[in-house]
C-alpha cells in the first residue's frame, strides 16, 4: 500500500548530520558504560531514551518530507527500514544461537530460543515483561534483553507510519494528533503505571512519548516558520538573552540562542547521566535526557556544542557504529557472566567491550553498509527477511523442543538436570477455600489434595512453594495437604500475623490465609515456612547474626508469635520448618569451559565462595533466627514444635552444606531447594506430622 506518486521509489530524506552521529555516540556510549560497569556509569541507562528521540526525529522527519512531495511509498519505507536493521541482527542472532548451543543449559538455551523468535519479530519488550516476576532469572544472564528497545522501536515504526498517512490523507491537524499521543503516553508513564516497573519499562504505551517527542521536533523542524508561537518564543527568548547580558561583551552575549540551546541540552544530558534513578523510570526521570536531545538536535548542527564536540571525528564514528555496538555489547558481557558463573572481573569487561566494538565496526563495514546500500534494495530487502523469518523459526523450534537436549553440553552434564524429581503427581486441585479470585491472586498459590479432605496445611513464602510438591509427592491418604502462599501479585507471603510497620503488606495476605485454614476444621496441623531474610526484611547480602537485641528481631519474634496465636486459638498445632542454608544459585556454582561445553563436578574444591558453607558457620549466621524459634516452640508447649532441615541438606559427617548431594542438586534457583530435596524434606516431615 502506497500514497499515489510520481517518484515511487524515492523517500526524502534529510540531510545528513555528523552533530547527531555523536549524540548517537552519547547515547551507546552511555548504555555500554552502563551495562559493563554499572557502579561506575549508574544511570547510562538514559542512552536508550536519546535514542528514541533519534530514532523518532529521523524516522518522521522522513516521513513529513516524503508526504509534502507526494513521494512516500510504504514498500520503499519498509525496505529501507529491513535493510538497515535487518543485517546486524541476523548476525548477532545467529551468534547467540552458536554460542548458545556449546553453553547454555536446556533451560538456558530454551529461554534464549524464545529471545531469539521475540528478536526476530521484533516483541522482545512483551516476552521480557511477561517474565518479569520474583521466580524470574537474572537480567545478566539473558543475552538478548537488551532487543527490547528495537522491537519497541519496530512497533512504532508500523503504527506510526500508517497513522500519519491516514491523518495527512483527510487533512487532519497532524500536530495536534502528534501532542495528544505524546501526552497521553507521557500520563501514562508518569502516573498510571508510576509504581509498576516491569510494565513502565516495557511496554510501548510507556515508551512512545520519548519516540513521539522527536517526531514533534521533526514537525517544528519543517513547519516551524509557519507556526507564530515559535517565533513568538523564538523572539521572546532572544529578548530576555540580551536583557540578561545587560548589553555587556561577555562570552555569554556572544553566543546565540542556539549556542545556549545546545548547552542547555548537553547540561540536561550530563544531569540524566550523573543524577537520574532506575526508580520509577521511564517517567518523569526520562524527561532529562528526551528534552537535552531534543535540545541539541534542534539546535542544529552549528551551535557551539554539537560543532566543537558531537561533530568531533571519534564521536561520529562510534555513532557511525552505534548500531551494531548496540548489539553486540549485551550478548559478549552476558555470556562472560554465563560462562563464568559470576560477575566477569574488570579486565574481562573491558576485553569483552573492545571485541563488541571491534565486530560492530567488522559488521557495519562488511555487512551493514553492502546490504543496506547499492544497487537490487528490493532483492536485499525480500532476501532478509526471508533470512529473518528462518532465524526467527530457529529460536522458536529451540524454545518448543525445550532447549535441545541432545546437544553435547546437555548430555556431558546430567547433574545440571538432577534435581527435579517428578513434582505433585497431579493430585492437586484449585479448590482450596479461597473464593475471590483477587483474594487468590494476592495470595499467590491455593492449592488443595483432590484426594480427600487436607489434614495438613502449609503457609509460606517462595521457600514453601519450593518444598510443597515434596511433601505431596511423598504423602499417603492419611498425609493430604493443603497449600496457601508463595508469591502473589504484589510480593511474596511471609506467615506473619502483625501490624508492625516491617509486615503491613502482609496483612491483607495473612487474614486471607488465616480464615481459609481456621474455617477449615478437617485441617489439624499447620507447617509454617519462610526465607529468614524474608522474616527479618534483609537483603540477600545481610546476615542477622548481629540483630539479637535489635528492633527487627522482636518484630520478627511478635509476627510468628500472632501467627501462631491465632492458629493455635483456631485449635491447630503448628510445626516450624527451619529454613535451609543460603548458597548461590546452583548455575553459577557450574564452571563451564565454552569449547566443550564442559561442566566441572559441583564438588569440586575449588567451588566459588558462596557456593559452600560450612554447618558451624551456618550456625553461627541463623543463631538469631533458630533462638527465635525455639523460644516460641518453649512458649507453645505441646502445641508448636521445630522441624530442622540441616541433616537433608548437608553432609554432616563433613561438617559442610554444598549445592549437591547423593550425585543429586539440592538447589533449584538461589537458595531454593531443588524437587528432588524437597523429596527428602517431605518424607520425613509427613511423618514428623503424623507422629506429632
Not at 276 to 299: D, E, Q
Not at 461 to 485: P, Y
Not at 565 to 589: E, G
Not at 607 to 616: A, Q, W
Request: with cysteine.
Amino acid at each position: 500500500m502506497s500514497l499515489p506518486s510520481s517518484h515511487p521509489d524515492h523517500l526524502t530524506h534529510p540531510k545528513y548530520r555528523p552533530d547527531i552521529d555523536g549524540l548517537r555516540a552519547i547515547a551507546v556510549l552511555s548504555v555500554v558504560g552502563f551495562h559493563a560497569f554499572p557502579n561506575g556509569v549508574k544511570s547510562g541507562f538514559i542512552g536508550v531514551d536519546i535514542f528514541f528521540v533519534i530514532s523518532g526525529f529521523l524516522i518522521s522527519s522522513i516521513i513529513f518530507g516524503s508526504l509534502e512531495r507526494n513521494s512516500f511509498s510504504f514498500f520503499e519505507f519498509y525496505s529501507r527500514r529491513i535493510r538497515r536493521i535487518f543485517p546486524a541482527l541476523i548476525l548477532v542472532l545467529t551468534a547467540c544461537f552458536a554460542l548458545g548451543w556449546v553453553a547454555l543449559l536446556t533451560d538456558e538455551y530454551k529461554q534464549i530460543g524464545k529471545h531469539i523468535a521475540g528478536g526476530a519479530g521484533f516483541v522482545s519488550n512483551f516476552i521480557l515483561w511477561g517474565e518479569s516476576s520474583y521466580f524470574d532469572n537474572a537480567a545478566d544472564t539473558k543475552p538478548l534483553l537488551h532487543l527490547w528497545s528495537l522491537g519497541v522501536e519496530e512497533q512504532f515504526y508500523i503504527v506510526w507510519p500508517l497513522l500519519l498517512w491516514m491523518a495527512w490523507k483527510k487533512r487532519s491537524n497532524v500536530l495536534a494528533i502528534m501532542a495528544a499521543i505524546a501526552l497521553a503516553s507521557f500520563a501514562l508513564s508518569a502516573l498510571v503505571y508510576r509504581g509498576d516497573g516491569s510494565a513502565n519499562f516495557y511496554s510501548p504505551q510507556t515508551r512512545f512519548w520519548e519516540l513521539m517527542v522527536g517526531s514533534l521536533l521533526a514537525y517544528f523542524s519543517l513547519h516551524g516558520r509557519s507556526h507564530r508561537l515559535l517565533i513568538t518564543i523564538h523572539a521572546r527568548l532572544e529578548s530576555l538573552f540580551a536583557a540578561r547580558s545587560g548589553g555587556k561583551n561577555t562570552w555569554l552575549s556572544r553566543l546565540d540562542l542556539q549556542d545556549m540551546q545546545s548547552l542547555l541540552g548537553g547540561l540536561l544530558i550530563a544531569i540524566g547521566l550523573a543524577y537520574v534513578s532506575k526508580r520509577h523510570f521511564p517517567g518523569v526521570g526520562a524527561l532529562w535526557p528526551v528534552l537535552g536531545a531534543v535540545l541539541l538536535i534542534s539546535a542544529g548542527r552549528e551551535a557551539i556544542l554539537n560543532r566543537i564536540v558531537l561533530s568531533n571525528p571519534v564521536l561520529v564514528w562510534f555513532g557511525l557504529i552505534s548500531y551494531p555496538l548496540y548489539l553486540w555489547h549485551w550478548p559478549l558481557l552476558s555470556f562472560t557472566r554465563i560462562v563464568g558463573s559470576g560477575t566477569p572481573e574488570p579486565a574481562i569487561r573491558v576485553a569483552a567491550v573492545l571485541l563488541a566494538i571491534a565486530l560492530a565496526w567488522l559488521t557495519y563495514r562488511l555487512v551493514e553498509k553492502p546490504l543496506r546500500f547499492g544497487d537490487f534494495g528490493k532483492q536485499k530487502a525480500i532476501a532478509l527477511l526471508g533470512a529473518m523469518i528462518v532465524v526467527g523459526s530457529m529460536g522458536f523450534l529451540t524454545y518448543k523442543n525445550e532447549g535441545l537436549a541432545f546437544r553435547g553440553v546437555v548430555a556431558m552434564n546430567p547433574l545440571a538436570n538432577s534435581g527435579t524429581d517428578g513434582g505433585n503427581q497431579g493430585v492437586l486441585t484449585n479448590d482450596c477455600g479461597i473464593a475471590s479470585e483477587a483474594d487468590r491472586q494476592l495470595i499467590g498459590t491455593c492449592s488443595k489434595d483432590s484426594r480427600q479432605e487436607p489434614r495438613y496445611a502449609l503457609l509460606g513464602d517462595s521457600k514453601a512453594g519450593a518444598i510443597f510438591d515434596g511433601l505431596v509427592r511423598t504423602s499417603d491418604e492419611n498425609s493430604r495437604w493443603l497449600f496457601i502462599g508463595g508469591v502473589g501479585k504484589h510480593n511474596a507471603f511471609v506467615p506473619v500475623h502483625s501490624k508492625a510497620d516491617l509486615y503491613t503488606k502482609y496483612q491483607d495476605q495473612s487474614a486471607i490465609a488465616l480464615e481459609a485454614i481456621t474455617k477449615n476444621k478437617s485441617i489439624e496441623k499447620v507447617a509454617l515456612v519462610t526465607a529468614t531474610r524474608a522474616l527479618f526484611r534483609l537483603g540477600t547480602k545481610e546476615h542477622i547474626r548481629d540483630l539479637p537485641h535489635s528492633r527487627h528481631y522482636q518484630t520478627a519474634f511478635d509476627g510468628l508469635d500472632g501467627m501462631i496465636d491465632a492458629l493455635i486459638r483456631a485449635d491447630k498445632k503448628v510445626v516450624i520448618v527451619v529454613d535451609n542454608p543460603t548458597l548461590l544459585d546452583p548455575k553459577n556454582c557450574l564452571q563451564r569451559v565454552t569449547s566443550v561445553g564442559f561442566i566441572n563436578d559441583l564438588l569440586n574444591k575449588d567451588l566459588r565462595p558462596g557456593c559452600s558453607i560450612s554447618i558451624d558457620t551456618h550456625l553461627a549466621l541463623s543463631r538469631p533466627y533458630r533462638d527465635i524459634l525455639s523460644n516460641l516452640e518453649l512458649r507453645y508447649p505441646g502445641k508448636v514444635r521445630i522441624f530442622d532441615t540441616l541433616k537433608y541438606l548437608c553432609d554432616t559427617d563433613r561438617g559442610i552444606c554444598l549445592p549437591s548431594k547423593n550425585g543429586r542438586l539440592m538447589y533449584s534457583y538461589t537458595d531454593h531447594i531443588s524437587d528432588y530435596a524437597a523429596g527428602l524434606i517431605g518424607k520425613d516431615l509427613n511423618d514428623f506430622l503424623a507422629s506429632y
